[in-house]
């Protein structure tokens, strides 16, 4: 049977909100913390037990002294419990992230994307994803994204994203560079009865052909990344079409990828906040 690797340590509360901006560029899909004297626990599960020694060391790094615990744990036991506090989210007017055993649940006028739970790979729990699947719901009630359109979800991950454009009448494709990162959106794209309207591949930006372009592009990913592939991005956007970007911490790391974007000359975009990260967005590129 396999196992997880179960990760916990504290923190005083002056660096409670750092070590929280920190494992979110590291673990896409969440974590757990709770309120100690003087500080929080941190509690964080991966499948992957390499890469859990790897985050080890860079927390220790980071926040010299600290206390960190590692143990193995029957993976069943996680799947177990996700039920117990995975809720659905709402995601602006439009979109709503059930798992599986809530799926039947009663409409309630919303679009509904079913997920199911996975350790490495996002539930829409994150702010990162719930701008964007806002964002997207926003643009289409506009009229900027529409029925037949094609769209480019850039680290697609668990397939969320793709799912909820394909779900609005779109057709795209998803990439990731992480193979299992596929296998799960497959999984996802299945369960959502999408497979049809959505091409999903190992992959980055370069694997694209320079000739494509498209009428939304969206990359949930890292403010490093988006900068160093500014250009590949904003050469497979469509004139007037729609670029969405997040992953972006609020504040000087949004300023930076606001910069490198308008100095392609798309323009300046709308910025959207939850918390301490931040989606951008271009509505009508180099229109």
């Known amino acids: 049977m396999s196992t997880l690797l179960k990760i916990e340590f504290s923190l005083v509360e002056e660096k409670a909100d750092e070590a ?21 626990k941190f509690t964080i599960f991966l499948e992957d037990h390499p890469l859990g020694m790897e985050m080890i060391r860079d927390f220790q790094s980071r926040f010299p002294g600290i206390d960190i615990k590692h143990s193995e744990q029957e993976s069943e036991d996680w799947a177990v419990a996700w ?31 079913v997920i199911e739970p996975k350790m490495a790979f996002g539930t829409g729990h994150h702010p990162t994803t719930s701008l964007c699947l806002a964002t997207i719901g926003e643009l289409a009630q506009k009229g900027a994204i529409k029925e037949g359109q094609d769209f480019l979800d850039l680290g697609t991950g668990s397939g969320i994203l793709a799912i909820g454009l394909c779900k609005l009448g779109l057709k795209g494709t998803g990439l990731d560079i992480d193979p299992q990162a596929i296998v799960c ?22 694997s694209v052909a320079k000739e494509l372009q498209f009428d939304l592009l969206v990359a ?8 160093e592939m500014a250009v590949d991005i904003t050469s497979h956007v469509k004139l007037g079409g729609s670029l969405v970007l997040s992953g972006i911490l609020a504040g000087p790391q949004g300023d930076a990828v606001v910069e490198a974007y308008e100095r392609r000359g798309i323009g300046h975009p709308e910025r959207f906040q939850d918390g301490e990260w931040e989606c951008l967005v271009w509505e009508k590129v180099g229109v």
Do not use: Q, Y
């Open 20 to 40: 929280g901006v920190f494992i979110a560029t590291k673990v896409p899909h969440g974590w757990e913390e709770t309120p100690i004297e003087g500080g929080r």
């Open 83 to 113: 039920k117990d506090f995975f809720n659905p989210v709402n995601c602006g007017e439009t979109f709503k992230i059930l798992p599986p055993w809530l799926e039947d649940e009663e409409d309630n006028g919303t679009t509904h994307i």
């Open 185 to 206: 959106a497959v999984e996802n794209v299945e369960k959502n009865k999408v497979s049809d309207d959505v091409n999903l591949a190992v992959g980055s930006i370069e």
């Open 220 to 227: 949930n990913i890292l403010s490093g990344p988006l900068i």
